[in-house]
């Protein structure tokens, strides 16, 4: 008896199967993990549509086919393949109710449908058979199978969507090999037409990605241009004047003999407070002229810098005290820069349309919120058109939009001694959970 020798070629040929069979099982491997991780359910198909019964489309048309299919399935199932009633009722649900949830959970409803078409399948040829009858899907099952394609083409992935190819037919030749003498031409048109629209479906979605890609980087590049010649106007513009102020303020003790010791301090407060205008505009140009938020890092003002807000105020002509808690706990970020953004807007309205009113800031923490009050009494004169200046009166709505950002609640009005009150709500926790505080 001749003794069989492994060789060096033999060996060759084997290490090169098993270097072909390793990435093989990684891809099924891969196709599997798709399978079995749908995607996150999400907003339903056409939710971003403008027409508000567009957005319904999706479940009316899920609803109707759901509606037309169950019962005839039904019927078909009872009279044409002897199926009991009540098993009839029963699968006919399961081959089609998912439907419904095929709008926002396509691959959820594909495993339940499918496992109800292949047991279906299976209770078919175990009754007195599909002789004469399509087998193993029946035409009510096509119809449903290939809603389902087009849901999931909307939604999955290429890999979900070729594993489920993959899965249809591999299910169908497994059931037609246990009756190969059944007519199953039924399961290669289902094959073939459930390729046919995934494919299809799943190049329109991607098409159709791409030009709201393009769109919406067309829509970027416009806003860094606007931002770009929003940015230039403010350099060549703002910041200019802004150094001419604080040079003209700095140079002012020399340039002007005898200067008494009020102005001259007046016009120190005049330099410092331009020369801090002017670096918070430099900080805004990098924001605007930067893609994406690294003008951000720079340290922001907040709650520790009142008291030189109160000190400006004071400077301006504006009685003004300050009463802040020694310790406010643990306050955000945002929290802590909208409360003095709401300080400073509401202290230079005062400044503008109430000149010497006695003002009062107070800053305390209160049922895990920080509550910033600014109230002023009346004016002892009216203000000049010089001292109100040309603001834009939008200084309320920018703190009701600090206040909304960071989900708490502004409360402004006049009071009935001719003041007026800023009353402002934060809450000290910014995160998702956060309720609303009234």
């Not at 086919?65 to 199932?77: A, E, G, I, R």
């Not at 009633?85 to 949830?101: E, N, V, Y």
């Not at 934060?426 to 009234?438: A, M």
Request: proline letters at 7%; aromatic letters at 4%.
């Amino acid at each position: 008896m001749k003794k069989t020798q492994t060789s060096p070629e033999l060996l060759g040929r084997a290490s090169r199967l098993a270097a072909r069979l390793v990435p093989t099982r990684g891809a099924l491997r891969a196709l599997g993990v798709a399978l079995a991780t749908p995607t996150e359910p999400g907003a339903p198909l056409l939710a971003g549509a403008r027409n508000r019964w567009l957005r319904f489309l999706p479940y009316v048309v899920a609803l109707g086919f759901v509606c037309s299919l169950l019962p005839v399935t039904v019927t078909v199932l009872v009279q044409d393949y002897d199926v009991n009633g009540a098993l009839a009722g029963a699968l006919a649900t399961a081959q089609t109710a998912p439907l419904l949830l095929a709008v926002t959970r396509p691959l959820q409803a594909w495993w339940i449908i499918g496992v109800a078409d292949v047991f279906g399948a299976i209770v078919l040829l175990g009754g007195d058979g599909p002789d004469g009858r399509s087998w193993p899907w029946t035409p009510m099952v096509v119809v449903g199978y290939l809603a389902l394609m087009l849901a999931l083409a909307f939604r999955e992935s290429r890999k979900a969507l070729l594993g489920v190819w993959l899965v249809t037919g591999a299910a169908g030749f497994l059931l037609v090999a246990l009756a190969p003498e059944h007519d199953t031409r039924i399961h290669i048109l289902l094959f073939v037409l459930s390729g046919v629209v995934l494919l299809l479906t799943a190049t329109l979605r991607e098409r159709g990605d791409a030009e709201r890609r393009t769109q919406e980087e067309r829509a970027r590049t416009t806003l860094l241009e606007e931002r770009a010649r929003i940015a230039r106007e403010l350099h060549d513009v703002v910041a200019h004047h802004m150094s001419v102020i604080t040079v003209q303020a700095d140079s002012a003790p020399y340039r002007i003999p005898d200067l008494p010791e009020a102005a001259r301090e007046e016009f120190t407060s005049i330099a410092a407070s331009a020369r801090e205008s002017l670096a918070e505009m430099r900080r805004l140009l990098v924001v605007l002229r930067s893609e994406g938020t690294e003008g951000e890092r720079a340290p922001q003002p907040g709650l520790d810098r009142v008291q030189q807000l109160i000190e400006a105020t004071v400077r301006a002509g504006v009685p003004a005290e300050l009463s802040m808690a020694a310790e406010l706990g643990d306050v955000p970020q945002a929290v802590d820069l909208s409360a003095y953004r709401i300080v400073q807007e509401a202290l230079a309205n005062i400044v503008r349309h109430a000149p010497g009113a006695p003002t009062r800031v107070s800053v305390r923490a209160e049922d895990g919120g920080l509550v910033v009050v600014v109230v002023n009494g009346p004016a002892p004169r009216p203000s000049s058109p010089l001292e109100r200046g040309d603001g834009t009166g939008h200084g309320l709505v920018g703190m009701r939009e600090r206040v909304r950002l960071t989900g708490g609640t502004l409360d402004t009005g006049p009071l009935p001694d001719g003041g007026f009150r800023v009353a402002a709500r934060l809450p000290l926790r910014t995160d998702t959970g956060t309720e609303e505080l009234s």
